[in-house]
């Protein structure tokens, strides 16, 4: 059973930067888009950024310019590299390909 596993959250104060990482397992073939969404208490889950597995990416407005992610397929992995974090980005961050969901990463930005 394949499982997507994030990691890399934790608390940041405003303005820094974060990396997130999502590592797929068990999967045999992982020519799938891959992407990052995050849920805030009592808000729906929000679509962040978008890769295909030949590197074609989308953003969503809220964080282009801010956000990146990229992937090794090497590794069946994906990144989400995350600057000027500001308090509304602190959220659970979610790994998804169209298989399934990872278990999400918590993120605080807080002074």
């Known amino acids: 059973q394949v499982q997507l596993v994030e990691s890399g959250g934790g608390l940041v104060q405003p303005g820094g930067s974060l990396r997130l990482s999502c590592v797929a397992s068990?999967?045999?073939?992982?020519?799938?888009?891959m992407a990052w969404y995050r849920q805030a208490p009592g808000k729906e889950r929000e679509w962040l950024a978008r890769?295909?597995?030949?590197?074609?990416?989308n953003y969503a407005d809220s964080v282009k310019g801010r956000f990146t992610i990229s992937r090794d397929n090497s590794k069946n992995a994906i990144y989400l590299e995350m600057n000027s974090l500001q308090p509304e980005d602190t959220a659970v961050y979610y790994c998804w390909m169209p298989i399934g969901w990872g278990q999400g990463t918590q993120v605080t930005v807080s002074s």
């Open positions: 890769i295909s597995w030949g590197g074609y990416v």
């Open positions: 068990d999967i045999d073939d992982n020519r799938y888009p």
